[in-house]
C-alpha cells in the first residue's frame, strides 16, 4: 500500500531564505508526482508534476526533484518572500489503473519578512 | 480559461439531510476525480469518472454517498442521510488524461450539525 510522507510538518523561516522540502513514498510503482500548493481556505494550486522518468522540473524559483528508487522528493524554493507561506503537498499517483493521487499530510510554511 | 468551479463553497446542514456538491470540470476533460479531507487527515481519494463512466469507486465511504457525471460534463456528489463524521472539505478535480497533471477546484466545506 502506497504511502506518502512529509518532513517537515511545519517549517518557519526568514525572508530570503533558500529551503528545501521533503517527501518520501513507500512505492516506487509511479507514473509522476506532483507538488501543490494550498492557501488557507483555497484550493489547491498546482506548482510541478515530474513524470517517473524525469529527475527534475523547474518552474521559476521552484525546482522539484524525483529520486524514484529510493522513494524520495525535495522542492526546492529560492529566495524564498512572504508570497510563499502556505501548504506544500505533494502527491504520487500510482501505477495501477485508477489514476488516483496518494497525498501526503503537508508542509505548513511561513516565511517571516 | 476557467479552472475547475465547485459549489457550493460552504455548506452547513443538519444531521440525516442530504446535501448535492457540484463540480464543473476544466472543458474538454475526461478525467474527473473527487477527493475529500476530513478533520487532521490527509486528502484521500473517493472517485474517478472518465467521461460519463465511474472507472474506480474504491474510495466512497459508504453508500449513503452517490456520484454522477451526466453527459460527461459536470459532476454532482451527493450525500444522503448526512453524518457528522461527513464534516471536512470535499475537492473535485480534473485532467486531460488519466496521468497527466490534476487541476483541483477551490473545494467545498461542509458541516454537518
Known amino acids: 500500500k502506497q504511502e506518502v510522507t512529509q518532513i517537515p510538518a511545519a517549517l518557519s523561516v526568514p525572508e530570503g531564505e533558500n529551503l528545501v522540502l521533503n517527501c518520501s513514498f513507500t512505492?516506487?510503482?509511479?507514473?509522476?508526482l506532483q507538488w501543490f500548493r494550498q492557501d488557507p481556505g483555497k484550493g489547491l494550486t498546482s506548482l510541478l508534476l515530474?513524470?517517473?522518468?524525469?529527475r527534475e522540473q523547474t518552474s521559476g524559483r521552484l525546482n522539484a526533484s524525483l529520486d524514484k528508487s529510493s522513494g524520495r522528493s525535495t522542492l526546492y524554493i529560492a529566495a524564498s518572500q512572504p508570497g510563499d507561506s502556505a501548504t506544500y503537498l505533494c502527491?504520487?499517483?500510482?501505477?495501477?489503473?485508477?489514476?488516483?493521487?496518494?497525498f501526503g499530510s503537508g508542509t505548513r510554511l511561513l516565511v517571516r519578512p | 480559461e476557467a479552472g475547475v468551479t465547485q459549489f457550493p463553497s460552504h455548506s452547513v446542514i443538519e444531521k440525516g439531510q442530504t446535501v448535492t456538491l457540484r463540480c464543473d470540470p476544466i472543458?474538454?476533460?475526461?478525467?474527473l476525480y473527487w477527493y475529500r479531507r476530513v478533520m487532521g487527515k490527509e486528502i484521500k481519494f473517493l472517485l474517478h469518472f472518465v467521461k460519463e463512466s465511474k472507472q474506480d469507486e474504491s474510495g466512497m465511504p459508504n453508500n449513503r454517498f452517490l456520484a454522477e457525471r451526466t453527459g460527461g460534463t459536470y459532476s454532482t456528489l451527493k450525500v444522503q442521510p448526512a453524518e457528522l463524521e461527513d464534516s471536512g472539505v470535499y475537492f473535485c478535480?480534473?485532467?486531460?488524461?488519466?496521468?497527466?497533471?490534476?487541476?483541483f477546484g477551490q473545494g467545498t466545506r461542509l458541516t454537518v450539525v
Open positions: 478535480a480534473s485532467s486531460q488524461e488519466g496521468y497527466t497533471e490534476a487541476f
Open positions: 515530474i513524470q517517473s522518468s524525469q
Open positions: 502527491a504520487v499517483r500510482p501505477m495501477d489503473s485508477s489514476y488516483k493521487l496518494i
Open positions: 512505492d516506487s510503482a509511479i507514473y509522476n
Open positions: 472543458s474538454g476533460h475526461d478525467n
